[in-house]
Each structure stands twice: as structure tokens, then as C-alpha cells.
């Protein structure tokens, strides 16, 4: 859900708008009820709002503002130059210098979180490259919402490659967060795209993600992930330790597709008796396969409730499916009512027929 211009710039108004409402109410309610009750302390309020969303030039100039209202008020009064009245000036004074530097530090710390944000955003678009809209018999749509909590970037990732072996892909999540995550995301991409090629058997991919991970993570840091392949009539899985993707018949049958034997998450291979295998789950003309990372079964509502995605998946019924996934993103999004908590990463296939080769 996007945010129009118009709406996006109201509260901005509001708030540069906030010092000068200040500064006339008091002024107004101060004339009305005279110099007993001593409503002129409270000008302060102007050059505060003002250091909240403007510069420090604007915060200085309120101040001022405020000051100068002070003095014309305190003269009409009869209470220039008297001990209460001096203390307000000085009050005031005090207030916009230190308005000033709170405005500068602000100021400082958005120019850094900006700066660090593109360069995060530059990293990961390098990374995630578009996926293709069509391979083979397959319609592909993507669907990325990022968390970036200030400057966090997350560790999901994916990839969609035409090897000789057919159509293969890729969908993980890294552990952690931040440019941590994002390094070992790189790994794992880079392992990736080279065995996808050069690896007949879709274990023998796993098995250099594997081998990747093990030379560079330490600890029990780990990345769950699937790679699958695409088949005639069929789909060929591999999870290691990744939510059960969704499969949807044309029917409206829904169901996981949940791996035959258990595999732990890549980068924790010791903890496993046997090589993780494969299994095949039929995939034809009109059916659907939904891969997501766990940002998306984990994400809340007010109440607390999770994002129940089996029933939701009934959104999935446009001819595009890229505005499919729109869709069920939007619902997602709704659901929450807020920004996402995690990164949220959904590949979308839908298996039409083969086009006819003259």
C-alpha cells in the first residue's frame, strides 16, 4: 500500500506548521487572561516543536519569534524587566539553544541512517537481481518487502537460473541481520549460480552450498533454505530446514509440500545422520507453487495473531501472477497494519503449457 504525495507531505505540514499555532495560542490566551496566571513560559513550545522536524536555522528563528512575542507582551503587561519576567526570557533563550543542537544532531543522524541505507539498498539490489518473468512453461512473480529498520538490512535471499538441467531455484533466509547477513547471502548466491550449472543432481547444488557455508560461517550461525527444479509434470525439492512451500491445484486443493525426511539448515550439516535427498512432488499445468521465507508465517497482527497464509493463498487467482502476489503481499501488509517486523520474500510459480514449436 503506497502513500500519495499529498498524504505523505500533511503530517510534514502539520509539524513545520506546529511552532507558529504554539506561539499565537499562548499569545492569545495570555491577552485574554492577563498577567496573573503568567502564561508566557509557556512560548517555549514553539522553538521545542520547531527543533522536532525543522533545521536549525528555523528552530533559532522560532526562537527568536518566541523571545521578541515575549518582550511585546510583557511590555504590554506592565511586567518588562521584573525578576519573572527575566527568568522567562532567560528561560526562553535557553530552551531555543538547546532546541538548536537537538535539531543538529537530529540532523546529523538522518544525513548517516540515509547514507547507510543506500548503501545497503545498492548492496542488495547488486545481490537479489530481477528474477525472469518466464522460463520454459513457468510464469514467475516476486515479491520482496523489506523490515529496514533504520539502517538493518535483511538475509533473505533468492535466484532463478536456466541451467541445462532445466529451470532451478533458490529461496533462504539467513540468520541474523545486517551487513553480516547480507555477506553470508552473498555467499550462498555466488555458491549458487556457479553449482547450479555445473552440478547435475539438485544435492549435489546442496552439497556445495554446504561447503561454501562451512569454510566461511563458525559458531551455530546457519541459513534455511530450498532449492528446487523443475521437471515435465513434475517439481524435484530440497529443504534444508525452510517453511514448507505451498502447492495449489487448479481445483483449489491447497497443501504444504512437506520434505519426506528432516534436514537441518545449511551450515549445520553435522547435525544430520545422512545427505539431505531430494523429493519430487507432481506439478502440472495450472498448478501453483508458493515459496516464502518466515518473514511472512511470522508476521502479527495487533493482537498478536499470526499471518495465516494457508488460508490467504486463495488471492492467488489473477491471470498475471505478478499482480497474484501483489495481492496477497497487500493482504500481508494489511494483516499487519504497520511495517514488517522481518523481511518478507515470496517466489510465486504457476506452470502453464508448453508453447507449440512449429
Known sequence: MRITGRRARRPQSVLRSLPFVALATVAAVDLLAGPRLGFLPLLTLGPTFASVSGSV????AVGVLALAICLLLAHYNDLLLTPQNNLTIATIVGVT????????????????????????EAAQRVLLRPV???????????????????AQIGGDLYEVVTTPSGVRLLIGDVQGKGLAAVETAAWVLGAFREAAYDERELSGV????????ARHLGGEKFVTAILAEVHDGEISLLNFGHPAPLILHPDGRTSFVEPETESPPLGLASLSPGAAK??????????????????????????????????????????????????????????????????????LLRRHAKPHVN
Not at 536555522?57 to 533559532?60: D, E, H, K, L, N
Open 97 to 120: 539553544g538547546a532546541g538548536a543542537l537537538a535539531s543538529h544532531l537530529r540532523i546529523r543522524r538522518e544525513r548517516e541512517l540515509r547514507n547507510v541505507r543506500m548503501v545497503a
Open 206 to 213: 546442496g552439497d556445495r552450498l554446504e561447503n561454501t557455508l
Open 278 to 347: 531430494p523429493h519430487r512432488v507432481p506439478f502440472v499445468e495450472g498448478d501453483q507453487l508458493l515459496l516464502y521465507t518466515d518473514g511472512v508465517i511470522e508476521a502479527r497482527d495487533g493482537a498478536r495473531t499470526f499471518y495465516p497464509l494457508f488460508e490467504r493463498v486463495k488471492v492467488l487467482t489473477d491471470a498475471d501472477p505478478q499482480v497474484a502476489l501483489d495481492e496477497l503481499r497487500s493482504d500481508l501488509l494489511s494483516h499487519v497494519g504497520g511495517p514488517l517486523l522481518d523481511d518478507a520474500a515470496m517466489l
Open 132 to 150: 525472469p518473468r518466464r522460463a520454459g512453461d513457468l510464469r514467475i512473480a516476486l515479491s520482496y518487502t523489506s523490515a529496514a529498520a533504520e
Open 57 to 60: 536555522r528555523r528552530t533559532v
